[in-house]
């Protein structure tokens, strides 16, 4: 990369300042929508809670009031940058609206409190928040479903260099089109490439085309092996032409979700958060899932018992399974699951495996099977819906697994863990983790691994809520479950 990049002129060229003025419109125009449809979801949620009320013979607050605090709930999500809400993770988004309202609610409970009126409207209150905390969200990621299906949500991004870490980026945005930032253009200083494609996105000039004639309003700069007065300059001349700059820094394999900027005087600083090493961070999620394991397997009792009948009626053998599994601190443990093999399942896997070596390759790299004979009838549904694991409550309830986290492995896995198998260790194996709702058994292990990985650097409530929710989602599914 060059040493100097042309200088930026305060106005764009002609042509350019067009089509950045379309997509800053275009860009307006989602947050509208987005904007719309949480004014719609709040006042259906206000609807349904006044027949609540008049069901009960509750006296309601006014709708006058109750527009005043839901027009305030759309003014901190929309301080929050919700509309439309591009380049946030799930997890974010979950955070930013739960916290909205939940704020929300704390001002107007302050507000009724000091009119003396809690009273006639603590019931409303609670019964509009609840539901807008319940729906808001689902709402948001249908409009979201609807605009991809149409090509109309997100907005354009230039991408910064071709390189690996640019690939990565243009790979990973195509990929997540619910992120809303979508690659258009890549520019890279090796003029050999102008031309080419990475990915199927075109790279469209050098750097300097970049800085000279802008086409969107928002630039990732992907080149973090660059050397530091490079980027420098780099940094600042993108950052004089596009409204929105993110840099990719040059700190590979560092956890990216628990990243926070500070400033120590002229020069930025990151904090990279340990959260699984907090003592607060470890009580939330111990008491969440005490408190979830214990109340769920009260609810789904009925089920659990119909389950224990028909593996009882399918098939001779024990209900559950106790699988040898490695815990945290690298200690075995006694893996609770529904039984879904045959009683000499372990003889029939040996004899399969030595008449078809090409099933003992595909065991010996995933421990598992797509046809598997050793599984029972009623087995295939369990495992295709993985109910098959409901038992591992009681291991939660025990301290030995937590709702979510890695995958539960054997002794023989280790070793393909590498390094990582240390970070395995600091936690406890989950129910349900990263690694099953995205993709689950069609990953390779290699996959598999970077993702145990990932939840363990990047651990919080919020993730562990979206992984939680997202489970509901794949196990309806069936995806990559067998």
């Not at 949620?45 to 709708?63: K, M, N, Q, Y």
């Not at 890279?188 to 996105?201: F, I, K, S, T, Y």
């Not at 349900?432 to 409530?461: C, H, K, L």
Request: aromatic letters at 10%; hydrophobic letters at 45%; glycine letters at 8%.
């Amino acid at each position: 990369m060059r040493n100097t990049l042309p200088s930026a002129s305060s106005a764009y060229p002609a042509g350019s300042e067009r089509k950045v003025g379309l997509s800053a419109l275009h860009t307006a125009t989602q947050g509208a929508v987005f904007a719309v449809i949480d004014f719609l979801v709040a006042w259906g949620c206000w609807e349904a809670t006044l027949a609540i009320l008049h069901a009960v013979g509750s006296t309601p607050p006014s709708r006058a009031y109750v527009l005043v605090w839901i027009a305030l709930w759309l003014a901190l999500r929309a301080y929050q940058g919700s509309y439309p809400g591009l380049g946030r993770s799930p997890q974010t988004e979950l955070r930013l609206h739960t916290v909205s309202t939940f704020y929300t609610i704390l001002a107007q409970l302050a507000v009724t409190f000091a009119v003396h009126a809690l009273d006639k409207s603590r019931l409303g209150i609670g019964l509009l928040w609840l539901l807008i905390l319940l729906f808001g969200l689902p709402a948001r990621a249908l409009t979201r479903s609807f605009l991809i299906r149409f090509g109309w949500f997100g907005r354009p991004v230039s991408i910064i260099g071709a390189g690996k870490t640019g690939a990565a980026t243009v790979r990973h945005l195509l990929a997540q089109p619910q992120y809303g930032l979508n690659p258009t253009a890549v520019y890279d200083d090796n003029e050999d490439l102008v031309g080419a494609a990475l990915h199927g996105v075109p790279i469209v000039g050098t750097i300097q085309d970049a800085v000279e004639r802008p086409q969107a309003v928002h630039a990732i700069i992907s080149i973090p092996g660059a050397r530091a007065d490079v980027q420098r300059v780099l940094v600042n001349s993108i950052y004089e032409q596009y409204p929105v700059t993110w840099v990719t820094p040059d700190l590979p394999g560092v956890p990216n979700q628990a990243l926070l900027p500070h400033s120590i005087g002229v020069n930025a600083a990151l904090e990279i958060r340990n959260n699984l090493r907090s003592v607060r961070s470890r009580f939330i999620k111990r008491t969440i899932d005490l408190f979830a394991a214990f109340v769920g397997g009260v609810l789904i009792s009925p089920i659990l018992l119909l389950i224990a009948l028909a593996i009882t009626l399918d098939s001779p053998g024990p209900i559950v399974y106790r699988a040898r599994r490695l815990g945290r601190g690298g200690r075995e443990f006694a893996c609770l699951k529904f039984r879904t093999m045959h009683r000499d399942a372990d003889a029939k896997l040996q004899a399969l495996l030595r008449v078809h070596p090409e099933l003992r390759e595909e065991f010996e790299a995933t421990h598992k099977l797509r046809v598997d004979p050793r599984v029972t009838r009623v087995g295939t549904w369990l495992r295709r819906t993985s109910l098959d694991e409901l038992p591992q409550l009681l291991n939660v309830l025990r301290g030995e697994m937590s709702l979510v986290g890695p995958r539960p492995i054997v002794e023989a896995e280790t070793s393909k863990y590498g390094s990582i198998f240390g970070e395995y260790c600091r936690v406890m194996p989950g129910m349900t983790g990263y690694w099953q709702v995205n993709g689950r058994s069609d990953t390779t292990y290699e996959e598999r691994v970077a993702m145990d990985n990932f939840y363990i650097t990047n651990w919080s409530p919020w993730l562990d809520l979206v992984i939680l929710m997202q489970t509901v989602h794949v196990v309806f599914k069936g995806r990559g479950a067998y």
